[in-house]
Every structure is written in structure tokens, then in C-alpha cells.
């Protein structure tokens, strides 16, 4: 399976934007870039994900780079309550892909 | 709407017990089914997932199992428990064959003593 590499931490002032990095440098043709985050203890709760194009929701917007060796999640304005680990994991489109494996994650700490 | 059970939220269990962590998804059918441990502070390991009713795939030899003995049912269990099984157990499901996102339930939290 293609790996991401995450930083392990990250900081950042409220209000100001978050950069989250995740390198895929083995990523293939079919693999979609999903982005996951993880409250205290509780489940992780779905992001975002792309294929090739940025991508923009309510929550983030995701950079993809374009030779799709990397991505950034961006959080445009860092409240507390997006202090949370941030996983980046590869998908595949085949079903091969119902394997899905998380690496560390980015614990984001948001600052007052 | 889809939504996902998983009980008991916390567990103490000694030692060489057994375990039984059932976890059920409603509002769709033939969904992906996933068990995840986290150690503290580390990231999700894959433990077993299910694309169907009795099809297991296991990811790491240890001292547990998985089964699925109904299609929105999946159980995770021990013979014998380890102190190293101790650990916030994760269920996940998502729609079969596409590529939405896996929807984790709130999580078990066993400790073994």
C-alpha cells in the first residue's frame, strides 16, 4: 500500500490558517487523498478527499500538488476546537482499496 | 439516515479473560466493516475488516478475532486477554465499492489489568 508522511505536531494561533503537509510519494494512478480528523477521545470523522483537482468544503480546503506526490489540508481559521490529530491516508478507487490504513497523524495544537 | 453502535463505551476486564466488543451499523446494507485499536497516544492500527457477511480479512496475527455473523453486525472478540490488548477499539463502516468516507463509531476503551 502507498504511505503518507505526516508531520507529528503542529501549532498555530486562533483565527490564523493551518497548513497541514502530507507527503504520498508512492501514491498511484487510482488512489484518492482523504483527509480524516481525530478529537479527544473519540472516532475520527471524515475531512475531505480528492483525486487531482483542489478541493473546498465547509470544513478545509485540500491542495494537491500536481505531480500528486503531496498534499496540504488547509484550515482557514484555527478555532480550539479544531485542535485534533489530522490523518492523511490514501484511497483506492479498486476495491483493493476496502483496505484502509491510517499512519500518525499531525496533532494540531491551537493556541488562544 | 446511517448510523453506528458500538458498546460497551468503557471496559476493565483481568487478564486472561475473554473479550466481546459488538458493534452494528443501521440505515444501510452490505457495508464495509472495519475494527481499529489505538494504543494511547499512537496512531489507528487496522486490526480486521469485512467486505461481507462471514469475510474476514485480518491485518495483524495476535490474540484476537473478528466475525460478521449478520450483514451490519460485526464482533470482535479474545479468548484470553493480554495487558498489550489494551487500547480504544474503533468500528468503521462505509458504503461498499465507492469511494465514501468510513464513519467510526464512539469507540471502546478497554483496559486490561
Known amino acids: 500500500d502507498a504511505k503518507t508522511t505526516q508531520p507529528n505536531s503542529m501549532e498555530s494561533n486562533e483565527e490564523e490558517p493551518v497548513h497541514l503537509p502530507c507527503n504520498h510519494s508512492?501514491?498511484?494512478?487510482?488512489?484518492?487523498i482523504h483527509w480524516y480528523r481525530q478529537l479527544p477521545s473519540q472516532g475520527p470523522e471524515y475531512v475531505i478527499h480528492g483525486l487531482t483537482s483542489n478541493v473546498n468544503n465547509r470544513m478545509a480546503s485540500l491542495a494537491i500538488a500536481e505531480d500528486r506526490k503531496s498534499s496540504t489540508l488547509i484550515l482557514h481559521r484555527a478555532t480550539l476546537r479544531d485542535a485534533a490529530v489530522y490523518y492523511c491516508i490514501l484511497r483506492d478507487v479498486f476495491p483493493a482499496g476496502n483496505k484502509l490504513t491510517f499512519g500518525g497523524g499531525t496533532r494540531v495544537l491551537v493556541k488562544p | 439516515s446511517q448510523t453506528i453502535h458500538q458498546w460497551p463505551a468503557t471496559l476493565v476486564q483481568p487478564v486472561g479473560s475473554p473479550l466481546s466488543l459488538e458493534c452494528t451499523v443501521e440505515g444501510t446494507s452490505n457495508p464495509n466493516l472495519y475494527w481499529y485499536r489505538q494504543a494511547a497516544g499512537r496512531g489507528l492500527q487496522l486490526l480486521f475488516y469485512?467486505?461481507?457477511?462471514?469475510?474476514i480479512s485480518s491485518e495483524v496475527p495476535q490474540n484476537l478475532s473478528a466475525s460478521r455473523p449478520q450483514d451490519r453486525q460485526f464482533i470482535l472478540s479474545s479468548k484470553k486477554l493480554l495487558l498489550s490488548d489494551s487500547g480504544f477499539y474503533l468500528c468503521?463502516?462505509?458504503?461498499?465499492?465507492?469511494?465514501?468516507?468510513?464513519?467510526f463509531g464512539n469507540g471502546t476503551r478497554l483496559t486490561v489489568t
Open positions: 508512492t501514491i498511484s494512478g487510482t488512489d484518492y
Open positions: 468503521a463502516w462505509k458504503r461498499t465499492g465507492d469511494n465514501s468516507p468510513l464513519h
Open positions: 469485512s467486505v461481507g457477511i462471514g469475510q
